[in-house]
């Protein structure tokens, strides 16, 4: 399954005054139980519900791993990223390596789980590619046919995890990358089907990954182009195309993002997530967090945290 660590520095030198202490985001990074093949691991949500320590599901918590949960009865909250979804039957979730996640208190749904490694589908692929998108979506409601088929792929991995095990290793794994590789083709190419949603060109999957890899050191558009050897307004209109918004607006949402993982699940004052994303003083980043969000940064986590107390 899964084991515990606590974000490295967070807390460190203190909390933020007249803040109540909450829990700190944990880091959940991927541990396969033994006898079973690295890199994937199918169970129900009763079995991780009874499997994880008390407490940990309702807390904040940042994987390194993939996290896919179809649904077959029961209903419960669950927020990915500051965003409230609802597992219900029929829904398909999935948690992406890097991404927050909260449980609900409140439900019990009934589904599957699984638990997948980077690295673990074959690199270069269709399949890969669909898995690796940091971007796409978290919340899943395959229909008709596409929804039989999903939940089918599902039944069958989850049958194959649980009945390999005397295969030899290498085959079990390589039984279990291939039918994982049919339910997320089935799940992202049915349901982008579905919605019409064109895929996004190269310059923008190139963009896209190199703000995720950048966004903390850098804001500018030039510096992206410079990088990837494309003119700023090619990047301008292939990130309106995909997303709607421009290259510059993107980038800043992507560290309005991070800002509010780390205001919502750490106690790092303010001067330290300047820092950590690269502004050059907290005033800076004040103004930038308040013109986003309308409200300066310490105001946005009292607002959160009086919500959870």
Known sequence: MVKKRHDDPVGEGGGTP???????????????????????????LAEL????PEGLLTRPQRLDFHQIIAVNSGSAPHVVDFAAHTLDPGAVLWVRPGQVQQYGEDGAPDGTVVLVQPGFLPPGTAVSEAADDPFGPVL???AGGDREAVFCAVRHLATDFRTGSHLPPGIHADVLRHLLSVLVLRLTHGSAAAS???????AFVRFRA????GFATRRRVT???RELGYAPRTLARATLATTGVGAKEFIDRRVMLEAKRLLAHSDLPAARISERLGFDDAANFSAFFQHRAGATPGAFRRS???HLA
């Open 210 to 213: 190199a703000v995720e890899r």
């Open 18 to 44: 007249g803040i109540p202490d909450v829990p700190d985001i944990v880091d959940l990074a991927y541990d396969a139980p033994p006898g079973t093949p690295a890199g994937l691991e199918v169970l129900t």
């Open 49 to 52: 519900r009874e499997r994880a």
């Open 196 to 202: 019409g949603a064109p895929a996004p060109g190269e």
């Open 140 to 142: 899943w409601r395959p």
């Open 304 to 306: 959160l945290r009086a």
């Open 223 to 225: 510096d992206y182009a």
